[in-house]
């Protein structure tokens, strides 16, 4: 197995993108990269992406963004896994170069989710629940979260003010970040006037519904200098990845208030770098929802089961604390259109460990982890990165 690397990475900024279509993202994306990188061509894409089908009547959109920017005859495929899409595609196209089936690849991340009404796009993230036994009878993607948000303040009895400090957190950083879709601090007033959308998370605890693209061009690691000499920004090589599963449904796990298969990836990517949790430098997690930041922290080793919420009032997650999270304004400020977010997180890292993250950089940044949580915690992608 070959060592690999990432010597380019591109995104568009997210929002509500109505003046560019899926394909125009994609290509925004995926050509700044492969600037970045000083490559002209590709020997596969690997794209991950959620909702096409049911928001854009589009599948079979890996070849059509890899047409649309002009790479005939590669291979070219969509990769789905809800929410974990794009670090699904990293996994994937990490694997092609370890292997050797291919030299150079790009790996990228797309969705468009605002082109449609709000109830079209409710249910399309519902397809990430489990269709017959959850989404059938009528619980949302958001009320599946607050349903678990309610039985952790209750078992751990946490009050609802105490997740604010990761909003709080993400919002001071999405204020320094141009790609942000929410570049404005908020204050703990600004968390407690919010509406509720689903009791107990009110809008601050939620990310939001956005479009947006990112890219990253893989090489094997032994020929990164080629791409990177005389460049800005060094390579980046990935040193561990793994993906894990839990139940698709919340009700079917033998404890919906812990990220089981957040716990198994991570444990094996740290044995596979070696490391352990505190070693890390910063963490990329899933703040799709305030209680899966609390959650994550927990189940990755930072944090003793009901006591993550903890590291958001001590200060332990700022860019200067103990671990760094959401340091480019995570899910919740950056946006999360979900089937790139795991590429964003992961363009993200590479700017903290290569000194380019502008007033955002964690100091002495080395090592990295990025993690993708599709469903409510049913797949769930895990990647450690070295400078």
Not at 13 to 36: F, H, K, T
Not at 312 to 336: D, F, V
Request: include cysteine; proline fraction near 3%; charge should be negative.
């Amino acid at each position: 197995m070959r060592s690999v690397s990432i010597v380019g990475i591109g995104q568009t900024p997210v929002g509500e993108l109505w003046d560019r279509s899926a394909r125009q993202l994609a290509y925004q994306a995926i050509s700044a990269a492969m600037a970045d990188a000083g490559v002209e061509r590709a020997d596969a894409l690997f794209l991950g992406n959620m909702l096409s089908g049911s928001l854009l009547d589009q599948e079979h959109l890996g070849t059509l963004v890899a047409d649309f920017c002009g790479f005939h005859g590669i291979e070219a495929a969509k990769i789905e896994a809800a929410c974990a899409s794009g670090a699904a595609a990293l996994r994937i196209g990490a694997m092609a170069v370890a292997s050797g089936f291919h030299d150079i690849v790009i790996v990228a991340g797309l969705e468009k989710m605002t082109d449609t009404v709000g109830k079209d796009t409710t249910a399309g993230l519902a397809t990430a629940a489990d269709a017959e036994y959850e989404a059938l009878h009528g619980v949302s993607f958001v009320g599946l979260n607050a349903l678990i948000m309610q039985r952790y303040m209750y078992e751990f009895d946490v009050p609802l003010d105490a997740f604010a400090g990761f909003t709080m957190n993400a919002h001071q950083n999405g204020a320094n970040n141009p790609h942000a879709m929410f570049q404005e601090p908020i204050t703990l007033q600004d968390y407690l006037k919010a509406p509720v959308v689903a009791t107990p998370i009110n809008i601050m605890d939620s990310s939001p519904v956005c479009d947006g693209a990112a890219a990253l061009v893989l090489v094997p690691t032994e020929w990164a200098k080629r791409f990177t000499t005389g460049h800005h920004r060094g390579a980046v090589q990935i040193l561990a990845s793994a993906s894990a599963n839990d139940t698709l449904a919340v009700h079917d796990r033998r404890d919906p208030l812990f990220l089981e298969a957040a716990y198994i990836s991570s444990q094996k990517v740290y044995r596979q770098a070696g490391i352990g949790p505190d070693d890390l430098d910063l963490f990329e997690l899933h703040d799709a929802f305030t209680i899966m930041a609390a959650l994550g922290l927990e189940a990755n080793g930072f944090a003793r089961r009901g006591e993550g919420w903890r590291m958001a009032h001590s200060g332990e997650i700022g860019i200067g604390g103990r671990i760094p999270i959401s340091t480019m304004g995570g899910l919740k400020s950056r946006g999360h259109p979900v089937g790139a977010t795991g590429v964003y997180q992961a363009v993200e890292v590479v700017q903290q460990l290569t000194g380019t993250a502008g007033a955002n950089q964690v100091r002495d940044a080395r090592l990295g982890m990025a993690q993708n949580i599709g469903g409510s915690g049913a797949t769930i992608v895990t990647h450690i990165f070295g400078s």
